[in-house]
């Protein structure tokens, strides 16, 4: 079979009737744009001007992002996955004609490479921080856009519409085009790079220019984001030699503790300021929580959703590629009877086109999902690391009183600050499942009902059935839990008193008394132990036994229901989508326990920082407290010098003047040092 770009038939030549009137020659006019986008941006990619520039001052390549970064690679990730839509679209198109017509793939093709291109382009222009050369991408957008929307025009004017997959494809590209075309704009608008007399001058970041800092996560662009492809010079010099601290560098501004600990700080006393007035309300240690590090966790949710949706994607397409399979061996292949137009509905049917969007949607999944447990992780850290800083500043101001008739201990203090920090950060690492898992739950039954009717409502009983059972295993957890929690601040309690009157117990030999009692307590401690792996065994065993129940309840309902076998594409949809919901009840009973960990803790936590103070009541009122807005992503406070040096008599002199005390802030800046 010959190639040729129209076809062998000699009426694809035709131009009579208008050159745009001829498909042929509109798909010709759409390789304009590719072709001048690569005859621009090879030369200057190949000369270098993407990698010189201020850069050579700063040890970091990607130390800049130009407005609209991110929505950009969003943007020319979605035109290069329609571009592939689109080469997969012309060659199903062109197996069903007599000759090959690379008209309809080969400007999806040039257009796959001129799109990556350009986002390899917009890299090394950004790196460079030379923002003229960004008039080629703008040019190119504009032309795209234009012979784009001449194609849907010419399209619509044939009588095609929604339900025909190449003016769907194109109208999309349309709109993906345009969009780009608007981030230039703006772009344009924002930087003054031309057309302006002034244009707008950028510095980098505070934190690329200290040497010191290597994480370089919060500056990268979104590609090294989501692979962690910056990490590899880490990696690799690792891999040849142990790495030490000098390697792994400084942490950023907005991930130290003292920037994380003002805004937590500032979140809390917006809340004892609304409570002043109603002496029967408390502040709220969650609503600071959530203005502090409330918008990481809504970005990680959102991560969450994507994935779990994404999901869903596998089952489908292994029910269709199955389904498909089938069909195919029960008919004769027959390309050339077919339609030359392909309908969106075709091309879903494909088994090969299944496969592939099987494939990228595992990839999506899985990078969502790691996303969105990088950002929790990151900012339970960031909490934990708050958290620490408000309790041992207010360890300082803390009133002996508290300690001398008993209200607070030291074993108590000890659990806030191992304990109950920690509990907090594990619950933030699991809070996006905590309202994902009754989604993803419902999604998996609707899609069951679908697929099985309504016996797969009999598998979804038996999820409902045991679902107390498994609330009642992890409230017995939690009480397990709490219970040794309490026995093991007894102990340390008893313990710390042992210490403190070593002496005097030696005296009167009343070590044996003493070590008796911490003993009980231990085999307490034990028994609460012995009990809380009891329950953890059992819904270990609820977790794996539930899906396998529903499984059999619905498989046995159908048979005996509708009263026919099962079909293959049924029978692997229905194993895929039980096997996602086993996840979701894996993960209940332990969201559910750390959940009410976490409130445990918070009341413990807010008991501790409402107890007295010692010094001015400046600290309560709020006074000398920096703005909630200083804890932007890339501010911080700057702690004071403190002489390490000076003799310890000194320190004692300046603390024994009565006349002198220091205010809120400053014994804040040394807590925090």
Not at 629 to 655: A, F, M, W
Request: glycine share 4%.
């Amino acid at each position: 079979m010959s190639l040729s770009f129209c076809g062998n038939n000699i009426s694809s030549y035709n131009i009579y009737d208008g050159v745009l009137q001829n498909p042929c020659f509109v798909d010709a006019l759409n390789l304009v744009p590719h072709v001048f986008l690569l005859f621009i941006t090879f030369p200057i990619l190949f000369i270098g001007w993407g990698s010189q520039s201020s850069k050579v001052q700063i040890h970091h390549n990607t130390w800049l992002h130009f407005p609209g970064h991110n929505l950009r690679w969003i943007l020319t990730f979605a035109l290069l996955f329609v571009h592939v839509c689109e080469i997969a679209e012309g060659i199903v198109s062109d197996s069903r004609r007599e000759s090959r017509h690379l008209h309809l793939f080969m400007p999806a093709v040039m257009g796959f490479v001129a799109t990556t291109t350009s986002i390899v382009y917009y890299h090394n222009i950004e790196t460079s921080n030379f923002p003229k050369l960004l008039l080629a991408l703008f040019l190119y957008w504009v032309m795209a856009f234009i012979t784009k929307t001449i194609k849907l025009v010419k399209y619509w004017q044939s009588g095609w519409g929604i339900s025909d997959l190449r003016f769907c494809i194109t109208g999309i590209m349309v709109i993906l085009n345009g969009l780009l075309m608007a981030v230039e704009i703006n772009v344009i608008r924002v930087r003054r790079y031309v057309f302006f007399v002034n244009p707008q001058k950028v510095k980098p970041p505070e934190d690329l220019q200290d040497l010191g800092v290597r994480f370089l996560q919060p500056f990268v662009n979104l590609l090294s984001k989501a692979t962690y492809w910056w990490m590899n010079t880490l990696i690799i010099s690792a891999h040849k030699k142990p790495i030490d601290l000098k390697a792994i560098g400084k942490l950023p501004i907005a991930m130290r503790a003292v920037t994380n600990y003002v805004c937590l700080k500032d979140a809390y006393e917006e809340q004892k300021k609304k409570v002043a007035d109603d002496p029967n309300r408390t502040p709220s240690i969650w609503l600071a929580m959530y203005r502090a590090f409330g918008r990481p966790i809504l970005l990680s949710s959102t991560f969450r959703y994507l994935a779990d949706l994404l999901g869903f994607a596998g089952p489908l397409c292994i029910s269709g590629i199955v389904q498909r399979v089938n069909e195919t061996q029960n008919e004769t292949n027959n390309p050339t009877g077919a339609s030359e137009i392909l309908s969106s509905k075709e091309f879903l049917e494909n088994a090969y086109v299944l496969a592939v969007l099987l494939f990228l949607a595992l990839i999506l999944q899985r990078t969502f999902l790691q996303a969105s447990y990088y950002v929790t992780i990151e900012t339970g850290i960031n909490l934990r690391g708050a958290l620490l800083a408000m309790i041992y500043n207010k360890i300082l101001r803390l009133s002996t009183s508290n300690l001398s008739m008993g209200e607070m201990t030291l074993g108590q203090i000890n659990n806030l600050v191992a304990i109950e920090t920690n509990q907090l950060m594990w619950f933030l690492f699991l809070c996006p499942n905590l309202w994902a898992m009754p989604v993803q739950i419902i999604m998996g039954v609707i899609l069951l009902y679908n697929l099985l009717g309504s016996s797969a409502l009999v598998g979804a009983a038996v999820i409902v059935l045991l679902a107390p059972i498994q609330y009642f295993i992890a409230t017995k957890l939690a009480e397990a839990q709490k219970s040794t929690l309490d026995y093991s601040t007894e102990r340390l309690k008893k313990t710390n008193e042992i210490l403190k009157g070593i002496k005097l117990l030696k005296l009167y030999a009343w070590e044996h008394i003493f070590c008796k009692s911490v003993e009980e307590t231990r085999m307490k401690e034990l028994s609460s132990l012995k009990t809380f792996a009891l329950y953890t065994s059992l819904s270990i065993f609820m977790n794996a036994a539930i899906p396998i129940a529903a499984v059999l309840a619905t498989f046995v309902t159908h048979a005996y229901a509708s009263g026919n076998n099962l079909k293959p594409a049924e029978a692997f949809a229905s194993l895929s989508l039980f096997h996602i919901l086993v996840t979701p009840l894996f993960l209940l009973s332990t969201v559910v326990r750390f959940a009410v960990k976490a409130i445990i803790s918070v009341q413990k936590l807010n008991e501790f920082l409402l107890s007295d103070e010692i010094g001015e009541d400046s600290w309560r009122t709020g006074e000398g407290s920096l703005p909630f807005e200083s804890c932007k992503k890339h501010t911080g406070v700057q702690p004071k010098t403190i002489n390490r040096k000076q003799p310890g008599r000194y320190h004692l002199d300046n603390y024994e003047q009565s006349t002198r005390r220091l205010r809120p802030m400053e014994t804040e800046d040394i807590a925090i040092k």
